[in-house]
């Protein structure tokens, strides 16, 4: 182990553009930065780790690598899935993410998709591409069901923002508890919802849940929204369930693989909305994410308790 | 005055396609139908008259007419502007309306056009059908402020939609009262609303009343929202206020002549968001009022006071 040299401790950013606005810190720690190239020749001599580049997964590929660690490691981000390895999750490292950060803009999204849906605007705003007066009935999003897969902050807030909708909702989380449904009850809960929304961590139990058997038990008239990882969803078994009409619609916010390339055949699926990764990213996301962090660094400079501690072996900042 | 025979009453009916369902008024009324040729000629035999086509102004053009006249006009909507002639409101004549049909559909359509607007939907779908990633930071709906135009019972209905999605919303109505800004509020309102959102009857006082004025005075990230009747809105001005980027962006649901023309300049300016006048519509919408006319039709024949009386003098339902 090479002991790190005396004095203010050294922060290493993983960059992306726009860099984080840090300038509250100067003077109180030396800012170094890496990009995905040169990050496992940085990471032993950083004290703490920012992955401000929430897309890289260069951090799972430079951890497992040789020499001292970072004491701390903070993703501007919901999910950790992208850092997240198995030596790091065994080591000593603490591991936060952006908690608070993105629950209301994402539930926000959810809420803009399920009443576009309900309300048929897709085809509405076709039709005005083409100058046609089509009247159509739509449908009351008032009394309908929803199945809310996540027991996290996003998902209990989409959860509140839909009822807020009057719209009778469930969520189902890893584990059953007060007002959360456990894994046992998904299918049955799918099977009559109106509305299935993912907003589950990506780990290695959620990877693919959503699936062919999973879209067969939802009701011809139901649609799926996928706001978290790509990978929670199986994008082949979605298409088949959409072209075949065994449910309704969907929309995707995340992809197994992102950005989406103009050749994959997700754009053009019958009844499949897609958007960009931007749920959660209302104006001044980035600066929020830039304080939050700095926040967090001034408790870790006080020896404070970190909060939005992830639990490494869930995945998932645990709560509530 | 032609004296009516004697027995059963007679109801006339003017037509629109799909009839409405009366089976369970059989053998207690005589049920004749009209359309807008022969409305004149049948008016003076009908005690009541169902305006089931609310598209229809033949009522307005038949009523001052000869010949006795119904005790009693329906309509099978929420406003009454179509109908309400200066010889119908000064006559003994009770006017009843929709009211309770429309209100959480309205509400709905209202959130999801405001959510839609914030969170730039209209765009990403552009962007899927260009199969373009283009990450782009939206709009937060909490914390925003909005201006309910309208104190009936759809306004108050889209004011608690919004207040649920935390968006902190003002009402203005004709009068002031508890809870309600008075005419005089208005432009002040406007003037720091991110969503105005237009949802008066249409009356001498409010006919036109967003013209180019009350545009100039909204910010310039503010939208527009009407599910009014189109009469509210001077719509050259509104194109001129989108063109020339006073306001952000609009939606009209309603429009001064329905249904649009293929000709319509409204189709494509900038920013603006046509619907077919379908905000209150949601399935089994028409079975609703026809079952809300067949309850009225029953307190009528047992001699019990009307409910949704129109206040003839102000041109809709007063209430709380």
Not at 30 to 44: F, G, K, Y
Not at 196 to 214: K, S, W, Y
Not at 245 to 266: H, K, N, V
Request: charged share 25%; proline share 8%; hydrophobic share 45%.
């Amino acid at each position: 182990m090479t002991a790190r040299p005396p004095g203010r401790p050294t922060l290493l950013v993983l960059d992306a553009e726009p860099l984080p606005r840090l300038g509250r810190l100067t003077g109180r720690v030396r800012i170094e930065h890496a990009d995905d190239s040169t990050l496992a020749r940085r990471l032993p001599y950083a004290d703490v780790l920012l992955v401000w580049d929430f897309t890289s997964r260069a951090v799972r590929d430079a951890w497992p690598g040789e020499g001292p660690r970072p004491r701390w490691v903070h993703t501007a981000s919901a999910g950790v899935d992208h850092l997240l390895c198995p030596e790091l999750a065994a080591s000593e490292t603490v591991v936060t993410n952006a908690r608070g950060i993105f629950e209301q803009p994402v539930a926000e999204y959810v809420a803009a998709l399920v009443l576009a849906m309900a309300k048929d605007l897709p085809r509405t705003w076709d039709l005005q591409r083409e100058r046609r007066w089509w009247h159509r009935d739509t449908a009351r999003v008032a009394g309908t069901r929803a199945c809310v897969v996540g027991s996290g902050p996003i998902g209990r807030t989409i959860a509140r923002t839909l009822k807020a909708l009057d719209v009778t909702t469930s969520i189902v989380g890893r584990v059953p508890r007060t007002g959360i449904h456990g894994p046992a009850d998904l299918d049955r809960l799918m099977a009559r919802a109106d509305w299935v929304i993912a907003a589950a961590p990506l780990t290695e139990q959620t990877r693919g849940m959503f699936d062919a058997r999973r879209f067969g038990v939802m009701q011809p008239s139901a649609r799926f929204v996928n706001v978290g990882r790509g990978g929670l969803v199986v994008e082949e078994a979605l298409a088949e369930a959409l072209t075949k009409r065994w449910i309704a619609g969907a929309a995707l916010d995340g992809f197994r693989q992102e950005p989406l390339t103009p050749d994959s055949p997700l754009w053009r699926v019958p009844g499949l909305l897609v958007s960009p990764h931007m749920s959660g990213d209302t104006v001044g996301w980035r600066d929020a994410l830039g304080a939050q962090f700095v926040a967090l660094y001034e408790r870790w400079e006080a020896r404070k308790p970190l909060v939005n501690v992830v639990d490494k072996s869930r995945g998932y900042v645990p709560g509530h």
